[in-house]
T-cell receptor, first 113, second 116 residues
Framework: QKEVEQDPGPLSVPEGAIVSLNCTYS??????FMWYRQYSRKGPELLMY????GNKEDGRFTAQVDKSSKYISLFIRDSQPSDSATYLC?????????????FGSGTQLTVLP | EPEVTQTPSHQVTQMGQEVILRCVPI?????FYWYRQILGQKVEFLVS????????KSEIFDDRFSVERPDGSNFTLKIRSTKLEDSAMYFC??????????????FGSGTQLSVL
């Protein structure tokens, strides 16, 4: 079983739709959860960060963590064509000395105008 | 907004040759990282670097790999005796604070390494 699993998509939605992106994980030691956005030929860009179960909202983005189910989600409201990118979930264990992010494989999202 | 700069954007090399990938982290950042992403696969951690020494490294970072901060601005990844399986996009990243909780990693745009 992979440590982090993410549906690769591709996912195509019309502009204005609500998008739901999901990851599951198997290692209960993961404590910190992130969502990155990666545009084509660019490096990952941190979108959302959370470390507790529940919801965290930032503008049109909501990150949801359910540690009991080992499941995280990213919701995008009122999706825009500029949201078209690959979305990567990432998780880390507090190692105290360095960051070793474990990434999901990414979900490719296309928002159609 | 400050950004991490990587050069070159593409690097082609023959198997067995040495390559150096270059990065200029954000100027006030103290922690530096290399990640790689093989086409169609996950982003993978290679190494972290702080205070002129390696903090942690992954199994991928074998003795063919080395990192260096030769001056106050550059951070380099050297791969000796390159193999076909080294072909990947290599990302440099940096962060201002110690990697513990919610610090933000800033990634460069990557160097696409192709080993022929």
């Amino acid at each position: 079983q992979k440590e982090v699993e993410q549906d690769p998509g591709p996912l195509s939605v019309p502009e204005g739709a609500i998008v739901s992106l999901n990851c599951t994980y198997s290692n209960s030691a993961f404590q910190y959860f992130m969502w990155y956005r990666q545009y084509s030929r660019k490096g990952p860009e941190l979108l959302m960060y959370t470390y507790s179960s529940g919801n965290k909202e930032d503008g049109r983005f909501t990150a949801q963590v359910d540690k009991s189910s080992k499941y995280i989600s990213l919701f995008i409201r009122d999706s825009q064509p500029s949201d078209s990118a690959t979305y990567l979930c990432a998780m880390s264990i507090s190692s105290g000395s360095a960051r070793q992010l474990t990434f999901g494989s990414g979900t490719q999202l296309t928002v159609l105008p | 907004e400050p950004e991490v700069t990587q050069t070159p954007s593409h690097q082609v090399t023959q198997m067995g040759q040495e390559v150096i990938l270059r990065c200029v982290p954000i100027s006030n950042h103290l922690y530096f990282y290399w990640y790689r992403q093989i086409l169609g696969q996950k982003v993978e951690f290679l190494v972290s670097f702080y205070n002129n020494e390696i903090s942690e490294k992954s199994e991928i970072f074998d003795d063919r790999f080395s990192v260096e901060r030769p001056d106050g601005s550059n951070f380099t990844l050297k791969i000796r005796s390159t193999k076909l399986e080294d072909s990947a996009m290599y990302f440099c990243a940096s962060s201002e604070t110690a990697p513990a909780t919610n610090e933000k990693l800033f990634f460069g745009s990557g160097t696409q390494l192709s080993v022929l």
